[in-house]
């Protein structure tokens, strides 16, 4: 059974920072992808940052030069360093692991912008 486990949501003023963590555990291999998408209340759920197997990343425009999505191999764990955070980045957090043959997804951390 696979599970990701996430932390570091919570609540932090605009311009704060916050990390998130997101380790795998269980009977998961070969993993390819793994990010972090978002769901802020009534919009749909978006891709914020993810890295791929081979260190390539990729990000929302909006999360640009404030966020860095970063991986550790050995410990199945992949992080989201978010810095200048903003009320529009208000949302749950969620982590994605993409292997060859299935996509998992954490249950969500919630972060909260005040302005």
């Known amino acids: 059974q696979v599970q990701l486990v996430e932390s570091g949501g919570g609540l932090v003023q605009a311009g704060g920072s916050l990390r998130l963590s997101c380790a795998a555990s269980g009977s998961i291999f070969a993993i390819n992808a793994m990010g972090w998408y978002r769901q802020a209340p009534g919009k749909q759920r978006e891709l914020v940052a993810r890295v791929s197997s081979g260190g390539s990343t990729n990000y929302a425009d909006s999360v640009k030069g404030r966020f860095t999505v970063s991986r550790d191999n050995a410990k199945r764990t992949v992080y989201l360093q978010m810095n200048s955070l903003k009320p529009e980045d208000t949302a749950v957090y969620y982590c994605?692991?993409?292997?060859?043959?299935?996509?998992?997804w954490g249950q969500g951390t919630q972060v909260t912008v005040s302005s």
């Open positions: 994605n692991v993409v292997t060859v043959r299935n996509n998992y």
